[in-house]
């Protein structure tokens, strides 16, 4: 499979087209022992359903763009904040992704860039709004959040969340960048504009971010840190894994981009 330097691929999995016992059965060997031995020590099925199915999709996705590695044989490496990465023996061109699970769903990104962040969340669940943003959003989204029509302040919540999300993790630093150190905004029905605060050094010039049209009851945002500013027109192309040897291609609709 080619991966344009232009290009992000996702690929989706619904948890529940899968069985356990059977990716048991068949893929238990795909992982590797530090990860045999998280999977044993998870005591839930939901929770070991979840791991093992993330490896899978990320071993044999990555066997699509280099069919010279088996998708047992994928080594990574973590960084200090944990994410993960091809390990460089391994690297013959710049392929990197992120992965991201909530409720039933997984969504792996693909892409040249190093700088690759997603984030799904199954966004029915109420939250406690007023407390949550003020604590984590910055001032600014905080405030536009809560002046917003109570009915309306839910989505956006999760949408905040998403995209911060999907910034921290294509930066690689989780919750070491505070989320208070940036803000999204939302002009018009389908821009977004992300702006850093003094403290924190980033340009926004260098990143793309989207969010994209999932399944109801979910958000999905990615975003994506850009050495080259002529490439604006990043193409983003899905599909669905819908069996251990089947995917299929579809849509990948952009609600709003920066
Ligand atoms: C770990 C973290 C990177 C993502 O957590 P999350 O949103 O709960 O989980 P996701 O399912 O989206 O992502 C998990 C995957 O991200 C990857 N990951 C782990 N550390 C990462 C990092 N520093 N950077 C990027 N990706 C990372 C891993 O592949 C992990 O999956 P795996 O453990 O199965 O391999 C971090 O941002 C975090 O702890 N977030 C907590 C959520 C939260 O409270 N957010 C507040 C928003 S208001």
Request: with cysteine.
């Amino acid at each position: 499979m080619n991966l344009k330097e232009n290009e992000i691929h996702l690929w989706h999995i619904d948890q529940s087209d899968f069985d356990l016992p059977e990716l048991q059965e068949n893929r238990l060997d795909w992982l590797s022992k530090t990860e045999l031995a998280r999977f044993n020590r998870y005591l839930f099925d939901r929770h070991r359903k979840q791991l093992l199915l993330g490896k899978i999709l990320v071993r044999s996705v990555l066997s699509r763009y280099d069919e010279t590695v088996q998708p047992k044989d994928w080594n990574f490496t973590q960084n200090d904040y944990g994410k993960p990465a091809i390990d460089p023996a391994q690297q013959k061109r710049p392929l990197f992704f992120n992965i991201s699970h909530s409720g039933d769903k997984l969504v792996l990104a693909v892409a040249s860039s190093e700088f690759i962040g997603v984030d799904i969340e199954q966004c029915c669940k109420p939250r406690r709004v007023s407390k949550i943003s003020s604590r984590y959003f910055s001032t600014k989204e905080a405030a536009e959040l809560l002046a917003m029509p109570e009915q309306s302040q839910l989505s956006r919540f999760y949408q905040l969340w998403t995209l911060k999300e999907a910034y921290i993790k294509a930066c690689g630093l989780g919750l070491a960048i505070p989320l208070q150190h940036f803000s999204y905004s939302f002009p018009g029905n389908e821009r977004l504009v992300i702006e850093f605060n003094t403290a924190r050094e980033d340009d926004p010039k260098s990143w793309q971010l989207w969010q994209l049209s999932v399944n109801k009851g979910y958000k999905l945002a990615l975003a994506l840190k850009t050495s080259n500013a002529s490439a604006q027109n990043y193409n983003i192309s899905s599909w669905q894994v819908t069996d251990l040897n089947e995917v299929k291609r579809i849509d990948s609709t952009i609600l709003r981009k920066s």
